[in-house]
């Protein structure tokens, strides 16, 4: 009887930790996202990003500056997103607990936390604030963010999720990886293929951002190509 009532407390306490699910993509079209249409579309089902080659330098991606799709069915504080993405070249990543900025030439700019990725093997599972505090966790390492000088924050390396050519060694290049995003509190980690790549602890409250924005970017730099699907979003109580 024990057993049974203990079972039933641990299923309501789980039910109050996690909402329904958010549909924030149809898989037809990108209705609800907002971005630069010359440069994002929806192919066979997914989410689509490209940077075209400057015609004058075709080595050079046309944007001069990071742009970003937004996704404007609301702002996110504590959720839990998965999706999957496959990159060729360059640089791109899912901004959460962002803002926006005025727009640049090439469509909208964001700022706040970054789960990053990229075709390279330094970046993908990183913790990145864009235009904001820079790099808060490298792949690999487990972090306590604190105030430092200005917006520069104090990063303590407390810990580590394990090593980083490791966890790098089982991202597929030019193929479907799973990327996984926790954010309660102060708390926040990323996963790749099951893989923890970071875990960070933001004490740093007068810049830790609380909630705001998801959006998915492409980099500025070569000519790349970025796609999403299997989008799924549950906030967390």
């Known amino acids: 009887m024990k057993s049974k009532t203990l079972l039933l407390s641990l299923l309501a306490a789980s039910s109050l930790l996690a909402a329904d699910e958010v549909t924030i993509f149809n898989g037809k079209d990108l ?22 080659p400057d015609p004058a330098k075709p080595a050079r991606g046309i944007i001069t500056h990071n742009t970003f799709l937004v996704w404007k069915g609301g702002k996110v504080s504590d959720f839990e997103l998965t999706f999957e993405y496959r990159i060729e070249k360059g640089n791109s990543g899912v901004q959460y ?29 990183i913790l990145y604030e864009e235009r904001g505090r820079g790099i808060l966790a490298l792949r690999g ?3 306590v963010i604190k105030p430092g000088q200005g917006k520069k924050p104090t990063v303590e390396k407390v810990g580590s999720t ?12 030019e193929d479907w990886n799973s990327y996984r995003i926790v954010a309660k509190g102060n708390h926040v980690q990323h996963y790749i293929n099951g893989n923890l790549t970071i875990d960070v602890t933001d004490e740093d409250s007068a810049n830790a951002p609380k909630e705001g ?24 109580k």
């Open 31 to 52: 209705s609800g996202w907002e971005g630069n249409p010359q440069l994002w579309s929806v192919q066979d089902g997914t989410i689509t990003g490209i940077t075209p």
């Open 141 to 143: 390492e487990k972090n």
């Open 162 to 173: 394990g090593d980083s050519n490791a966890i790098g060694a089982a991202i597929k290049k």
């Open 97 to 125: 607990r962002s803002k926006e900025l005025p727009a640049g030439q090439y469509g909208p700019i964001i700022s706040g936390y970054q789960a990053d990725f990229e075709a390279g093997d330094k970046y993908s599972g």
């Open 213 to 236: 924005l998801l959006a998915l970017q492409i980099h500025a730099g070569p000519p790349m190509k970025v796609q999403f699907r299997q989008f799924k979003l549950v906030p967390l």
